[in-house]
């Protein structure tokens, strides 16, 4: 999700302002309010939260941007309800994690709930200990065959970034450049250095070391394998949008 993209608002496109409509007829019995409902003691309702799953692709295809859906839902809460204050931001996903748009946002949200559900089916994947290499960006940690691999910090970046990156090409200029970002050119290693760290990255991988594979005279690559699995964990930062 381009950060570029959310800034900006198609000129094109007028802005569109949500209308309340009428509450459909009652069908069955009617729950109660929120606020007559049991409530944790010594609390009290102060706001909502309504999680809106749509990506840039979606809501281009509609002829608008996220930015123009935040502020026609600001416009249309200010005239429901004028003393109301609102506070949105965009929810970032890792490109290419699958999953209702709905869910990826509550987790990237910290939704207590879906994080809640999240720790429990991580839980379950370590009972489980599966076959193969799961890679765990949430906890910087790599499990081979439900085993914790004895990985140095640079060595879980490289693969990290190899992984986040599936099937593109990575030069060794590229693993430099940002890998070792702020280091000075004594400190910075060469090309060949890279090799080296990769050939001590599939020593580690042992029987999983095809996971990386060499692109001759390019780089390194990571494919989508059947063996490897990936645990994003419990979201990525959302920064202030809109």
Sequence with gaps: MSNTALLERPTAAPARH???VPAPVETVAPQRPAEERALPAG?????FALY?????????????SLGVLVDALRRTLAD?????????????????????????VRLALHEPSAIARTKAEELEDEDRAP??????????????DGESAAFTFKEFELLQ???LREGRTIER????????????????????TIDVHVRRLRAKLGRYEDIVRTVRGVGYRFDRHADVSIRYGHGTPSPDRF
């Design 52 to 64: 809106v799953g749509i990506d840039e692709a979606k809501v281009a295809a509609s002829g608008v």
């Design 131 to 144: 076959g193969g290499v799961a890679v765990d960006i949430s906890r910087k940690r790599v499990l081979i």
């Design 161 to 163: 970034y190899l992984v």
């Design 18 to 20: 949500l209308r309340a």
């Design 80 to 104: 429901l309800a004028p003393s109301a204050e609102t506070y949105a931001t965009v929810a970032l996903a890792p490109v290419g994690s699958g999953g209702r748009d709905v869910d990826v």
């Design 173 to 192: 200029t590229e693993l430099v450049s940002s890998l070792w970002q702020g280091a000075t050119d004594d400190e910075a290693p060469g090309e060949r």
């Design 43 to 47: 609390t009290a309702p102060r706001g």
